[in-house]
């Protein structure tokens, strides 16, 4: 990478000087993990370039990135990513930005208070238990589809109080059409392209309008049973404005959307990885059961054992340290913004990403490896508080940061107790850095019982 010159009459960091084409388009498309650790490597903590037609700063000190989502995150909205995901998401939690937000989430928050979330534990586990009990010895599985469908029916069912497991494999399709369109919806031709009768934007389209068929019939079901279920969408549909009015369907289906989707695409990714991991590390594997014998026996998990299963914990903290499920985080300056020695022009972009962050030498030893003894309590504590943010920071932090905790420990607690999974020899492992991190090929793996 080249360093590039400043324009006239702007200071700016250092960083590459892309193609043309590059300058115009989003070029890194082609291996974005790859070309922000570079960024990371070759530039130090603050970098910047121009990208999509956009000022892009790359930043990757962990004390910059708190100043950004924390302590000055009132001059920055989200940026062009998560603007494009409206596509899917509408204005709900994840895209809705100033006083509308903040009033959305004090809304949202009752369902994910520590009371309320303790009480969603028995219905994961009982969900994961359905679900090993449904593998034979020896299946071939694709565990992302596996966990796509385990983390879609918890969330139907602990938010939303609805069967949807019918339903997983078409939304788990629908979901990945839309997944796959996101990088052309990054580009300045998107709305012409989505406008072709074929292509990955037209089955984006068509995705979006089964899953808003699918979440508009939840919603008028509701709507017909008049019934206070006292879960998410019922408290959504109970909801009133300050002038006593309620929400339309739209606004109801935008956050209900939001939940259902964005929440347990994440945690399904995060759980894929961990069996990966896991079953690379045969040592850690082995910890992890011995951990699962001695606490539970052959009985299944409850809340009340998670105190009881720390290494289960630093198995799944180091797993997100690794893949993190949202892997970058983009903010757009209101205002001309300070960062170490410059100024950024307003309508800047801020990029941190997590996948660079949370692999940094400077505050991991061995970074690549897979150590989950590396999370002790002094570890943590001496560990800068942006050196990790699997879930973001600041105001705009990951409302279901604790339901994916005791959801992540809980599963892996009880599919482990039961079964080792192993990787199908030559099957390719190739991230895939979507709006989350999935698995570019699925995660081809054998199931083998432990007794």
């Known amino acids: 990478m080249a360093t590039r010159t400043a324009e006239p009459g702007v200071h700016l960091p250092p960083g590459p000087k892309l193609s043309r084409l590059g300058a115009l388009t989003y070029s890194f498309t082609r291996d974005p993990l790859v070309f922000l650790t570079g960024l990371a490597r070759t530039y130090g903590d603050l970098a910047s370039y121009t990208m999509g037609g956009e000022r892009l700063y790359f930043v990757n000190n962990p004390q910059w990135i708190k100043d950004i989502l924390v302590t000055h995150n009132r001059n920055f909205t989200k940026s062009r990513g998560l603007d494009r995901t409206k596509k899917l998401l509408g ?59 385990l983390t879609l029916s918890i969330a139907g069912t602990t938010l939303f109080s609805v069967d949807v497991e019918s339903q997983a494999a078409e939304v788990g399709r629908a979901l990945t059409d839309v997944m796959e369109s996101f990088w052309l919806t990054m580009t300045p031709f998107a709305e012409a392209i989505e406008r072709l009768p074929i292509g990955p934007m037209h089955r984006a389209k068509l995705a979006r309008r089964r899953l808003d068929a699918m979440i508009y019939t939840m919603i008028a079901e509701r709507r017909a049973a008049a019934r206070d279920r006292g879960d998410l969408l019922s408290m ?26 964005a929440g347990h695409e994440t945690t399904a990714n995060a759980l894929t990885w961990t069996w990966y991991l896991l079953s690379q590390s045969p040592d850690d594997e082995a910890r992890l059961h011995a951990e699962l014998d001695q606490a539970l026996g052959q009985r299944l998990p409850a809340v009340a054992d998670l105190p009881s299963l720390p290494f289960v914990e630093r198995v799944v903290t180091e797993a997100m ?36 962050m949370h692999r940094d030498p400077r505050y991991y030893d061995q970074p690549d490896r897979f150590r989950p003894d590396r999370w002790t309590p002094a570890f943590k504590t001496a560990l800068p508080r942006f050196a990790y943010f699997p879930f973001g920071g600041g105001p705009r932090q990951c409302i279901g940061e604790s339901f994916a905790w005791m959801e992540l420990v809980l599963v892996v607690a009880t599919i482990a107790q039961q079964w080792k999974l192993r990787l199908v020899p030559g099957h390719p492992v190739v991230p895939q850095p979507l709006v989350t991190l999935r698995t570019k090929h699925g995660m081809k793996m054998t199931v083998i019982p432990r007794i």
Not at 94 to 110: A, W
Not at 341 to 353: D, G, K, W
């Open 321 to 356: 340290r690794l893949y993190p499920p949202a892997w970058a985080i983009g903010r757009r300056a209101i205002e001309p913004y300070t960062i170490d020695a410059y100024v950024a022009p307003a309508r800047s972009i801020f990029l941190m990403s997590q996948w660079v």
């Open 236 to 261: 959504l549909l109970l909801a009133q404005d300050d002038d006593g009015s309620m929400m339309s369907d739209q606004q109801v289906r935008d956050e209900a959307m939001t939940i259902f989707l």
């Open 91 to 149: 204005n709900g939690l994840l895209t809705s930005e100033g006083s509308f937000h903040l009033r959305q989430r004090r809304l949202l928050q009752p369902p994910f208070h520590r009371e309320r979330i303790v009480s969603y534990g028995q219905t994961m586990v009982d969900t994961a238990d359905r679900l090993r009990r449904n593998w034979t010895n020896g299946a071939t599985l694709d565990i992302a589809q596996e966990m796509m469908r």
